[in-house]
């Protein structure tokens, strides 16, 4: 049996967690209502108002990023109201799916993979919605939408606007407040590089006075709750302390990295794999228009002619190496490779160098190494 230590994870996330975080969660539990865990929430909340670009409250609840994603919905959207949720792919789906327990939705879909449709998009605003929810980089498809698009549409038509940042913040160019974002939303698997579990979500003062007005918000992620408790130090209900440390860390990590330069590091990342894809004849997914662009975090392409996902995928895994496919429909169809969290230049290049051996022994790539060239050449550059 495989070890799974040595298994190198070029996924979307969770992404490998450095020795550094694994240390610190091995601190002993302490007191959730304790001067020492305040300290630990307070930085964090610092920590991430700076990733985030924002100065709005920054609250930290113990569930997975789609946790935050309800949150958001939940507490801003009552059943007679109206959201709008802008989908294409798989993540824009669950906004719509969440948005359809809480309110009435409108969605506004593409097919995965395509440009957001910002025209119907405003059109369903100027309907009447009170607020509009999208994936700001959709993992699905590996394509990045325009937020800043969508913020616009939202002040234009008086709506909150929800954004999706779990795979985008902490490792793109993400402007919450610029940007007219009343909910943000991060994931502590994806860029900062933590365990899965935790969710850290920026809320605007605007989106506050909005749940004032809702009747039956939910208990856990009752966000008004988090925000009473988060002025004590505390969270409303008890936190997983282990994650609390992790994230910490993780955030500690990324300070020292610089902001800018972990972007830059990502962007490198991602623009590798292409370059490299690109060498081998591999075709991007995404369909690009004037206003999206390839995600920086994780790269989808098109399963090449002569060989099964299922194939790549064992072939990688039996050399320790773990790749994504396709989610829904596209399962089998296309594949993705992660740039996200603390991986490292050679993380890219040993992933690159295995996948081209391996589409070349099976008669797909010709011209051996010229995979693993251009991914070098643009790390080099960079």
Not at 147 to 165: N, P, Q, S, T, Y
Not at 255 to 270: P, S
Not at 303 to 326: H, N, W
């Amino acid at each position: 049996m495989m070890n799974t230590e040595d298994i190198l994870i070029m996924i979307p996330g969770p992404v490998p967690v450095v020795p550094r975080i694994l240390r610190a969660m091995a601190k002993p539990v302490i007191n959730h209502r304790g001067t020492e865990f305040a300290e630990i929430l307070n930085e964090c909340r610092e920590l991430f108002a700076d990733l985030f670009q924002t100065r709005n409250d920054i609250l930290l609840l113990s569930g997975s990023g789609t946790s935050g994603m309800e949150a958001a919905v939940g507490n801003l959207i009552g059943q007679d109201e109206t959201i709008v949720t802008i989908v294409n792919g798989k993540f824009g789906e669950r906004f719509r799916d969440i948005g359809e327990r809480y309110g009435r939705t409108v969605p506004v879909e593409s097919l995965w993979g395509y440009p957001l449709d910002l025209d119907a998009a405003a059109a369903a605003l100027e309907n009447g919605a009170d607020a509009i929810a999208m994936v700001h980089n959709e993992t699905s498809v590996g394509m990045l939408n325009p937020a800043e698009e969508v913020g616009k549409l939202a002040r234009k038509h008086d709506a909150l606007f929800i954004m999706d940042g779990i795979t985008s913040i902490g490792g793109t160019e993400v402007l919450v407040d610029r940007w007219g974002v009343d909910i943000a939303i991060l994931g502590s698997q994806k860029c900062i590089g933590a365990p899965p579990g935790l969710a850290a979500v920026s809320v605007s003062e605007r989106a506050f006075e909005k749940m004032e007005d809702v009747q039956n918000p939910p208990y856990y992620l009752d966000l008004k709750e988090h925000r009473k408790s988060a002025k004590k130090g505390q969270t409303p209900y008890t936190p997983s302390i282990p994650l609390f440390y992790a994230v910490q860390e993780a955030l500690r990590i990324a300070h020292e990295e610089g902001l800018t330069a972990r972007m830059k590091r990502h962007a490198a990342g991602a623009a590798a794999v292409r370059a490299a894809a690109d060498a081998m004849g591999i075709e991007m997914f995404p369909q690009l228009d004037e206003k999206s662009r390839y995600s920086d975090t994780v790269t989808a392409m098109k399963v090449p002619s002569g060989i099964t996902f299922d194939q790549m995928k064992q072939e990688m895994l039996d050399s320790s190496i773990l790749i994504a496919g396709g989610q829904a429909h596209l399962k089998g169809n296309i594949f993705r490779i992660g740039s996200m969290g603390n991986f490292r230049p050679k993380d890219i290049l040993i992933t690159i160098q295995m996948l081209e051996s391996i589409l070349h022994k099976h008669g797909i790539v010709s011209d051996f190494g010229a995979g693993i060239e251009a991914a070098g050449s643009v790390l080099v550059d960079r």
